[in-house]
Each structure stands twice: as C-alpha cells, then as structure tokens.
C-alpha cells in the first residue's frame, strides 16, 4: 500500500507564494511519475504538473513560468513551488503517483488566492 501525504496549502495574496509537498510512503517499488492536480468547486480535475525520478518536467499552460515541479528521490517527495498566484489557481491541489500498476492519491490540500 502507498501513501501520499500533502502539505503547504493556505492562503495567500494574489501575487504571492507557497510551496507544497507531497511525501510518499509504503511499498513503493517503481516511481513512474509523480505530479499535482488541482480541482476548483464546481470544475475537473485538471493537471498541474508532473516530473519523472529521471527529471523529465511537463507544466499546464496557465502555470508555466510561475511553478516549479521537483522532487528529492531519496525522501520520494515531489514538491511545487508556486509563485506569482493569483486567484484562478484557488482550488484544492492532489498529488498523485504512479509505480506502473496504479495510479494513488493524496487526500489534498486546499489552496486560497484572495486579497
């Protein structure tokens, strides 16, 4: 079984920045990726971005140049530094990982951009 456990969601201004962290846990036994989603009330869930263990990044459009994926393979954390939010980013961020036989998910944290 794996865990993902999420932290760093809050609130924050628009323009400001928070970093969250998604540390994995149990029998793990092949990282294929590992990314974050975010889902806004009332929207789907939608990818943010996604890295591999061999560094290989993708971003969604409306974040590229503003977050940062990356991950610290011995700890199997993957984080995403966020920056310049503003308030289209408010949803709740899951992060999720797949070993090559499923895919597992993180219960999520709540991201607030509002002044």
């Known amino acids: 079984q794996v865990q993902l456990v999420e932290s760093g969601g809050g609130l924050v201004e628009p323009g400001g920045s928070l970093r969250l962290s998604c540390a994995a846990s149990g029998s793990i036994e092949n990282i294929a990726v590992m990314g974050w989603y975010r889902q806004a009330p009332g929207k789907q869930r939608d990818l943010v971005a996604r890295?591999?263990?061999?560094?290989?990044?993708s971003y969604a459009d409306s974040v590229k140049g503003r977050f940062t994926i990356f991950s610290d393979n011995a700890k199997k954390t993957v984080y995403l530094q966020m920056n310049s939010l503003k308030p289209d980013d408010t949803a709740v961020y899951f992060c999720?990982?797949?070993?090559?036989?499923?895919?597992?998910w993180g219960q999520g944290t709540q991201v607030t951009v509002s002044s």
């Open positions: 999720k990982l797949n070993n090559f036989k499923r895919d597992y």
């Open positions: 890295t591999s263990p061999y560094g290989s990044t």
